[in-house]
Nanobody, 118 residues
Framework: QVRLVESGEGLVQPGGSLRLSCAASGSISSTYAMGWYRQAPGQERDLVARITSDGSSNYADSVKGRFTISRDNAKNTAYLQMNSLKPEDSAVYYC????????????WGQGTQVTVSS
């Protein structure tokens, strides 16, 4: 099975930037879409950004223009570059991978904490 490991947690001031990484254990370039989700305490886990194996991406309205998802297929790694961070961006961020054809095959990382505060 695919194993995902996130990194890049941290505390950042409003307006600052942070980059998250998600490393996959195996090759996902030709098969899986990659996504970033976030979940704040007491709230649902919501999609932040998603990128297909071909590099097509989409974003939640709340992060458009501020966040950028990317992937390096040679390294089996996805990234989330977060700029102009706001306190409401604070959450645990989760990486996931979804098979491009067999959509029931879904894998999640362990999550990484992002806190935006003065």
């Amino acid at each position: 099975q695919v194993r995902l490991v996130e990194s890049g947690e941290g505390l950042v001031q409003p307006g600052g930037s942070l980059r998250l990484s998600c490393a996959a254990s195996g090759s996902i370039s030709s098969t899986y879409a990659m996504g970033w989700y976030r979940q704040a305490p007491g709230q649902e886990r919501d999609l932040v950004a998603r990128i297909t194996s071909d590099g097509s991406s989409n974003y939640a309205d709340s992060v458009k223009g501020r966040f950028t998802i990317s992937r390096d297929n040679a390294k089996n790694t996805a990234y989330l570059q977060m700029n102009s961070l706001k306190p409401e961006d604070s959450a645990v961020y989760y990486c996931n991978a979804v098979h491009g054809v067999f959509r029931s095959l879904i894998y999640w990382g362990q999550g990484t904490q992002v806190t935006v505060s003065s």
